[in-house]
């Protein structure tokens, strides 16, 4: 694969992992370790640390079945 594509690739990758859910982040940033272990590592120059996000409330349901 090209170099450029690569970072490319990678900078797509980490934009999404900002908005993920915790879950799909590490699978997202797991993809962005992929990248990074080819040779010349693309992202190592695109590399920033992603916001730590807290998780989404909780729904409250009412129980009644009832919108």
Known sequence: MDADFCREQVQ????LAERAD????R???ALVG???AKPGGPSRVAERPL???SAPP???FSG????
């Open 27 to 29: 699978r997202l940033l």
């Open 58 to 60: 909780a729904a409250n």
């Open 34 to 36: 992929r990248y990074d």
């Open 51 to 53: 916001p730590v996000r």
């Open 64 to 67: 009644s079945g009832e919108a």
């Open 22 to 25: 915790p879950f799909t982040r």
């Open 12 to 15: 797509r990758i980490r934009a």
